[in-house]
């Protein structure tokens, strides 16, 4: 199985950057598609990004595109979400998740896609 790490998260101000980094397990990182997914409080978990095993396809959320970019290093296990412009709305709890490799691309969108996830890191994005 995969476990997977998520760290960078913190607190930061309206068009700030931060970037996340997703750390995972095991000898078969590069087999995996891969996916970013945020939650508000009170909210439910939406789709952020994804990228597909090699990392030559991307997928974003409308809410994220232009500002978000997401890439993978295969030969370091590591995903990473890098994040511009920075809005209040992108406060959230931002989870890593990874699934088998997928024969379509809508599984990308989808959370019950996945098979792993990681414990989550916390984005505030002050006005």
């Known amino acids: 199985q995969v476990q997977l790490v998520e760290s960078g998260g913190g607190l930061v101000q309206a068009g700030g950057s931060l970037r996340l980094s997703c750390a995972a397990s095991?000898?078969?990182?590069?087999?995996?598609?891969m996916g970013w997914f945020r939650q508000a409080p009170g909210k439910e978990r939406e789709f952020v990004a994804g990228?597909?095993?090699?990392?030559?396809?991307?997928y974003y959320a409308d809410s994220v595109k232009g500002r978000f970019t997401i890439s993978r290093d295969n030969a370091k296990n590591t995903v990473y979400l890098q994040m511009n412009s920075l809005k209040p709305e992108d406060t959230a709890v931002y989870y890593c998740a990874a699934q088998r490799r997928p024969n379509y691309s809508a599984t990308y969108y989808h959370d019950g896609a996945y098979d792993y996830w990681g414990q989550g890191t916390q984005v505030t994005v002050s006005s």
């Open positions: 095991g000898r078969t990182f590069s087999s995996y598609a």
């Open positions: 990228i597909n095993w090699s990392g030559g396809r991307t």
